[in-house]
């Protein structure tokens, strides 16, 4: 298995732009979560879903944030309108069961000038 | 949820050397999980205890579980140069949800 797959890795925007992370989770997991690391505030869980449902999205910041699961196989993280301080290092992670072992993707680094 | 607390927040060691660093927690858990973190990189999973385990072995890891005290330690063995990384412990609790800790930064030295 490729393992949990982000695009983009890299993204420089600026402000007031919509951003869209992208996310394909290990094949037969039914979980995935989306967190985001900054120096400032570590690693804070988003949101998170159980067979494409959001289960969980108290730790979206604000409204300019969203995110959707449309199948098992795909999810996205938008940002709109971004700002500055959304610059992070925004991770998406599977899991086969709510508690087990979870699968982190490479992350995508986001700036926003 | 909660957030796992990890001491020291940095350790300095030499190759070959032992690192240990813990991990205290505040509520009741289902497990407790280890990650590590190269600079600019994922996370990635190391080892996974369960409330009903005391200890874990996986290599060179050693993991302990003290659920009366709720904290937890790792134990890297005969380090090396790759163990450089930070190292984050996740008490996970029933609603599924993984809180990590500031993380320990653990450097070898040559």
């Known amino acids: 298995d490729a393992g949990v797959i982000q695009s983009p890795r890299h993204e420089v925007t600026e402000m007031g732009q919509e951003v869209t992370l992208r996310c394909k989770p290990i094949s037969g997991h039914d979980y995935l979560f989306w967190y985001r690391q900054t120096m400032m505030r570590g690693l804070e869980l988003l949101i998170y879903?159980?067979?494409?449902?959001?289960?969980?999205d108290s730790g979206m910041p604000e409204d300019r944030f969203s995110a959707k699961m449309p199948n098992a196989s795909f999810s996205t993280l938008k940002i709109q309108p971004s700002e500055p301080r959304d610059s992070a290092v925004y991770f998406c992670?599977?899991?086969?069961?709510?508690?087990?072992?979870?699968?982190f993707g490479p992350g995508t680094r986001l700036t926003v000038l | 949820s909660q957030q796992g607390e990890e001491d020291p927040q940095a350790l300095s060691i030499q190759e070959g050397e032992n690192a240990t660093m813990n991990c205290s927690y505040k509520?009741?858990?289902?497990?407790l999980q280890w990650y590590r973190q190269n600079s600019g990189r994922g996370l990635v999973h190391l080892i996974l205890i369960r409330s009903n385990e005391r200890e874990k072995h996986s290599g060179r890891l050693r993991v302990t579980l003290d659920t009366s005290k709720k904290s937890s330690s790792l134990l890297i063995t005969a380090s090396r140069a790759a163990d450089t990384a930070s190292y984050f412990c996740?008490?996970?609790?029933?609603?599924?949800?993984?809180?990590f800790g500031a993380g320990t930064t653990v450097t070898v030295r040559a």
């Open positions: 509520t009741s858990i289902n497990n």
């Open positions: 996740a008490p996970v609790s029933n609603d599924y949800k993984l809180s």
């Open positions: 879903f159980n067979n494409n449902v959001p289960i969980d």
């Open positions: 992670a599977s899991s086969p069961t709510g508690t087990d072992t979870q699968y």
